[in-house]
Structures are given as structure tokens and as C-alpha cells.
């Protein structure tokens, strides 16, 4: 049973425009929503997390928006760079486990010049 | 800055090798984790530890095991290798703390023939 449901798989954008990828979770319990940015070659890196008793989250062009009474969470990436192009994925854990984290099975981005 | 170090970039193997893939971290975290990353599929767990000699089972552990005899180093071992195993693997550690993220390695890609 998949805890973390990512959508879209692949997302091509143009240059400037807005990237935005979803994400929907199940378990209640999950506390710490983080987003990783992957690009080829390299692992995943954090890129910005939110906690459930906050609505958004922004960091430069990046933002998160939760929802929390619909279990989904939201990356937008304003005024997307061909540098943006990566894997990203989102993911949820209780923040007090150091054990797992469930990842999302991740977004594949394309930012076109 | 966390720094995990996978021993190697790209692997070839042939099926039935015992093959082994080393993970070591400089930053004195408990948790440790091996991932492996196919397109479409996210990243799935393999194994986790939380201490030394300790370990615990993700969520597609068989034909692996692995090894934790000092804190900084983690093994992931494939008994008798499949080609089914060739993919991206990736280590990762977690420190304690509430909501924190993973550090990931830049992983290994293996390939059994």
C-alpha cells in the first residue's frame, strides 16, 4: 500500500512558467513533509520541508503549500530555470521515528529555454 | 556538511557474484539507510540501521543483507547477484533530532550480467 501517491510522473515546462507537483498522503500520523531535488548524477538532496501546523512554506522561488484536512501537499517552482530540471520527490515521515521515511515515487522536470 | 561517500560510482557484476557496496559517512549519525532507485519506482528501501550491529528490514530486503560493524560504515551485500538487482543503489543517513531530513550518497549504479 502506497502511503504517498506523487503525480505527475513527467512535467515539461517552459522557461519562466510555474512548475507545480502534488502529492497525497495517507497516514495521519506523518508529521515532517520533506521535498528532495535529484539531478542526474548525483543523490537526492533536501531542497525545503514543511510541518502540518503550517499552510506555506517559501524559500526563494520554491514554495510548499499543505493541506492538511485533504492529506496533500504541493511543490510550486516559480519563474522555473532550465537549472530546475531534475527528479523530485516528496515525502512524509513522523518526525520523532528515526526510522523510515515513504518517498513518492518522484516527478521528472524539464524546464525548455 | 554531511558527506556520504559510496566507494563506487558505477559496478559491473556477473550473475552469481557476491557483490558488495560500501557506504561510509563523516558526520556521526545514527541511522543509516540503502535504497535502490529504478525509474517509475521512487526509491524503495532495502535495509536500515540504527546502531551498530543493528539492523532492520525495509521493504524489498530479499537478496540483500547487510553489515554494521563501526558506526561510519554501511554495507550493503548481494548474496548471490540477479540480474534483476541491476539498478541505482543509494546510501543514506539520518541524524537524531526531530524532523530531520536524510543526507543522501551521489549512489552506486550496478549493473549484473
Known amino acids: 500500500q502506497q502511503q504517498v501517491k506523487q503525480s505527475p510522473q513527467s512535467l515539461i515546462v517552459q522557461k519562466g512558467g510555474i512548475s507545480i507537483i502534488n502529492c497525497a498522503y495517507e497516514?495521519?500520523?506523518?508529521?515532517?513533509f520533506p521535498w528532495y531535488q535529484q539531478f542526474p548524477g548525483k543523490g537526492p538532496a533536501l531542497l525545503i520541508a514543511?510541518?502540518?501546523?503550517?499552510s506555506e512554506k517559501k524559500e526563494g522561488r520554491f514554495t510548499i503549500s499543505f493541506n492538511k484536512s485533504a492529506k496533500q501537499f504541493s511543490l510550486h517552482i516559480m519563474d522555473s530555470q532550465p537549472g530546475d530540471s531534475a527528479t523530485y520527490f516528496c515525502?512524509?515521515?513522523?518526525?520523532?521515528?528515526?526510522?523510515?521515511?515513504?518517498f513518492g515515487d518522484g516527478t521528472t522536470l524539464t524546464v525548455k529555454p | 556538511d554531511v558527506k556520504v561517500t559510496q566507494s563506487s560510482r558505477y559496478l559491473v557484476k556477473r550473475t552469481g557474484e557476491k557483490v558488495f557496496l560500501e557506504c561510509v559517512q563523516d558526520m556521526d549519525h545514527e541511522n543509516m539507510f540503502w535504497y535502490r532507485q529504478d525509474p517509475g519506482l521512487g526509491l524503495r528501501l532495502i535495509y536500515f540501521?540504527?546502531?551498530?550491529?543493528?539492523?532492520e528490514k525495509g521493504d524489498i530486503p530479499e537478496g540483500y543483507s547487510v553489515s554494521r560493524e563501526k558506526k561510519e560504515r554501511f554495507s550493503l551485500i548481494l548474496e548471490s547477484a540477479s540480474t534483476n538487482q541491476t539498478s541505482m543503489y543509494l546510501c543514506?543517513?539520518?541524524?537524531?533530532?526531530?524532523?530531520?531530513?536524510?543526507?543522501f550518497g551521489d549512489g552506486t549504479r550496478l549493473s549484473i550480467l
Open positions: 540501521s540504527y546502531d551498530v550491529k543493528m539492523k
Open positions: 543514506a543517513t539520518l541524524g537524531t533530532g526531530y524532523r530531520q531530513p536524510q543526507h
Open positions: 515525502a512524509a515521515s513522523i518526525g520523532s521515528n528515526a526510522g523510515k521515511s515513504t
Open positions: 514543511i510541518r502540518p501546523d503550517v
Open positions: 497516514n495521519t500520523a506523518f508529521d515532517y
